[in-house]
């Protein structure tokens, strides 16, 4: 498993075969709360046809080092240093709900190192009810279990449900606790509109978590954004309908244009 040292810690991050070093664009994807590598499996074959797709695991999670943030422009600042120690000077970024926050911010903090964005299952906002912070706390698995019977439609497979919950039960309650504070006080209403790069916001037409609404608002501020809502899916929509997803993401990687929305 490769690792980058980022400050302190080692940061783990999959990657996709790479036959063209330098020819292929580069696609980071950023996982949500409590996530890690698994939320993308089903991008890994996929975009590695055309891309080169890497996988960050941010700290605290996964394999890698750190006890997490408690601060999404902390979590950004992590990951613009992973790029500068993977030498990448452009990069297409898709971040799942927290890690759509985290795209938001280095959206408007390094645009000049961003192709273009996808936004999944997120929002310029994203409050957390204070009985999800203290749940956390007080009976993790019971809260776990409750996070997640609003993470997927109700069409989703019990498979894919039980596996989303042992993934994030593997998670650290103060790990999980701090992405849950970070994403409450996340706030961008009022700064989003200042995003000027190619932008692509998807999301579960089931959604519970970060409502449609949310994305729908994400791309009336974006100028020349591009809106896909994807049927029968939940939060973990990229899990959910991955052929569509893929489907979607991939005809705006290879035209990242903004489109006619203002």
């Known amino acids: 498993m490769p690792t980058h040292a980022v400050g302190k810690h080692r940061i783990h991050y999959w990657e996709g075969r790479n036959d063209s070093p330098g020819k292929r664009p580069v696609i980071l994807f950023i996982h949500g709360a409590g996530g890690g590598e698994f939320v993308w499996v089903y991008q890994k074959g996929f975009f590695q046809r055309g891309f080169r797709p890497v996988i960050i695991e941010l700290p605290g999670h996964g394999a890698s080092e750190g006890e997490g943030e408690e601060d999404i422009g902390r979590y950004a600042e992590q990951v613009y240093f992973f790029l500068k120690a993977l030498a990448v000077s452009k990069v297409f970024l898709v971040g799942h709900s927290m890690g759509g926050a985290i795209v938001q911010n280095l959206a408007l903090t390094h645009p000049e190192i961003i192709q273009g964005i996808v936004l999944v299952g997120t929002g310029a906002k994203l409050r957390v009810h204070s009985a999800v912070l203290n749940g956390i706390k007080e009976n993790f698995e019971e809260t776990v279990q409750k996070i997640v019977r609003y993470a997927y439609s109700r069409k989703a497979p019990a498979e894919l449900i039980e596996r989303g919950t042992a993934q ?4 650290r309650p103060e790990v999980l606790y701090g992405d849950f504070l ?8 009022k700064e989003v509109g200042k995003i000027r790069l ?7 037409e089931e959604d519970e978590l970060t409502p449609v609404t949310y994305s729908e608002f994400l791309h ?3 100028r020349g954004s591009r809106l896909k809502i994807l049927p029968d899916a939940g939060h973990l929509v990229m899990m959910e309908s991955p052929e569509l997803f893929n489907e979607k993401v991939n005809a705006f990687l290879l035209n990242p244009t903004v489109s006619g929305n203002s």
């Open 182 to 189: 970070a994403c409450d006080r996340f706030d961008l209403l």
């Open 198 to 204: 190619p932008t692509l916001v998807v999301c579960g």
């Open 220 to 222: 009336r501020k974006i």
């Open 168 to 171: 994030l039960l593997s998670c």
